[in-house]
């Protein structure tokens, strides 16, 4: 009899994230023309709702169009399930006749998943396709979604970096990422010359004080006339504080119990602790916000083609158990493996501490040789005069 | 004799604005091999001090670099000059012995370009090169700036819509624009069904009263699960008062007296009153910042193109005399008109009337066929599930 396979995404989007879902259904159909695949309409909630959709119908052309197209086409979720929404999803589950269920997502996404193992005891099969704008997935070298996002804050680096050369002042942005310093790390991959933003980079991994950011800012204003600064929303104190509850006196949290950084608010308190203690420089601190995580102006092709992969491997993966992929990279040849749902569920891995160097807030030539392996070339441009 | 011209950017960046500079080296030195092309660091002020860079000694391969990267490579400036900054504007050109300057910027530059022509008394010609992202310019159907910074502002738009459609919520983004509401009208550029965000567009044209906005929104997301929001950060009420100023309670001003809306004080504010009143949403504000002006990941090829037209006319025109260059579209069809200093200096554009349905907070069919004249066709992609 024909496989039923349900795919769902889970967890904020990437611009990539759908070539992972395409992938799936035409790997499926490719084994199988008479296979069945469900999409669930917002993650595990479509499921335990019965809000389904039949993707076995969509044409090849329409499929095509959605992998295209940036953030997750089913619509997600940031629920994270309890014992009771678990049995929902699996009475859902069962009523689909699913053979395999394939949730496309970061770490809590593989938590929901290694829940759902345990309780359904074999009777089906759960895999885990990676997906975050993070980077933080442990087992992976590096996870689909992370090299657009990369990308674009590259970009966003180069093109801040000129603007801030014409008109000079202190510039902060402030990039994505709760506790891995990667997305942060990328706004340096194109950087060329000492004299090249972003001068200083603060990343979750090292403890960060706002004494010690003003004194750098200070010396690179000293040096180059200006400064350029790409700092984490998720740099937190010596003690673990998050600067942004620090400065905004009030802490918010995710269903998961992650701190809710975004908003705007660590850069305006931010903007003005700088203009405070540098009074003689024009400041200006961006938030980058929601565009640097999906943003269609910044598709990077190397990303598209490992999602897409990814979903191929998922439905490959379903017919031998429950595992969750993994990314590897071993002497420059890239593969994927398989591996337990619970060495990748609720872990987060750092950056590694050869790709930064601390005293210096900025990229090791390590870690410049990653991001140059995930990244096109550096747009062929120059700024001679300024 | 061999003529010698100055030439220097003034105000903001572009993503286009050395096109104009390298057109118009480019065509000083196809009339005259023997021509000098000087460029002053940092606008009037590198004329000032002195502090200048002989344009007629990089080669062509240099100069084609320089066209294609984003922000101002000779460096900009803010100042407005008074007369005595004027007379030492006029003994450096003396000094430099410029039978011409060439002034690439928006209305304040066109502005400094008028008092200097009166003082000069016909010794020179100034001419002034339009680029603003602002779009703001009297004469011009379009000033080059525009058209990258409408493309990145569509595409940041297409993105977030999807970004939302899939984790439903109220999002705002805050997008550039004192005075003129092109840049953000331009988020809406790409919208094609009812459905498709932004579904409220909010410009300075129309008075902004934030209790109308809660409102709208509701009733956006009681039609469509959801609602994004573009919003010029110079929306200001029925009386006059920026909103940045009326919820933030402070006024800054540039030294052309125009108030400093920058910085993402706007948007928190507006992020906390939406969650007070909205409080069953999942509200996000972003403020968009420099990106969106000189963003290298979003050149649009007619921007280039008619950038470094503008450079070739520059010199064109400095022979008959002072003039600010105009784009103009005339039954489809673009020029490039001489029009007089005075008649651009200093005045504001704004939206036209009927680009712009107040009532409904959306781009009427007129302003669609404006945008998609000068953007890029939209990518061809689809959100068919949620």
Chains 1, 2 share one sequence.
Request: charge should be neutral.
């Amino acid at each position: 009899m024909a496989r039923t396979y349900l795919i769902a995404q889970g967890g904020g989007p990437t611009a990539v994230i759908n070539q992972t879902l395409v992938g799936a259904v035409l790997e499926a159909r490719k084994r199988d023309p008479k296979a069945k695949v469900l999409g669930a309409r917002y993650g595990v909630r479509g499921i335990a709702a019965g809000d389904l959709i039949d993707l076995s119908a969509v044409g090849e052309a329409d499929l095509m169009r959605i992998a295209r197209t940036p953030s997750s086409a089913l619509g997600s979720t940031r629920d994270k399930p309890d014992a009771e929404y678990c049995e929902r999803i699996l009475a859902g589950l069962a009523k689909a006749s699913a053979d395999a269920f394939i949730y496309i997502g970061g770490n809590d996404t593989a938590g929901t998943l290694e829940i759902l193992d345990r309780a359904a005891k074999g009777s089906m099969t759960f895999v885990h396709a990676p997906k975050t704008v993070d980077n933080d997935l442990v087992e992976n070298d590096h996870t689909p979604g992370f090299p657009s996002a990369a990308l674009f804050v590259a970009q966003t680096f180069l093109s801040v970096d000129f603007d801030v050369r014409s008109l000079p002042g202190v510039y902060v942005g402030v990039v994505m990422g709760r506790n891995a310093g990667f997305l942060t790390a990328s706004a340096a991959a194109w950087r060329r010359q000492e004299n090249d933003g972003p001068h200083l980079v603060y990343v979750p991994e090292t403890p960060f004080s706002v004494e010690k950011l003003i004194a750098d800012v200070s010396a690179v204003r000293e040096r180059f006339g200006r400064c350029v600064v790409a700092m984490s929303e998720g740099v937190a104190s010596e003690d673990g504080t998050p600067l942004a509850a620090k400065l905004s006196g009030r802490v918010e949290k995710d269903p998961h119990g992650n701190v809710v950084l975004s908003g705007g608010n660590l850069g305006v308190a931010l903007q003005e602790r700088l203009t405070r203690d540098l009074p003689k420089a024009r400041v200006r601190v961006d938030t980058f916000g929601y565009p640097q995580r999906a943003f269609i102006g910044a598709v990077n092709p190397l990303d598209s083609q490992e999602a897409f992969e990814v979903g191929k491997q998922a439905i490959a993966a379903s017919w031998t158990g429950s595992h969750s992929i993994a990314i590897t990279v071993t002497s420059g040849k890239t593969a994927m493996k398989l591996v337990p749902l619970a060495s990748v569920a609720a872990k987060t891995r750092l950056m590694p501490a050869e790709f930064f160097d601390a005293s210096a807030n900025q990229i090791t030539p390590a870690g410049m040789a990653y991001f140059a392996r995930l990244l096109p070339a550096r747009p062929d441009v120059a700024a001679p005069f300024v």
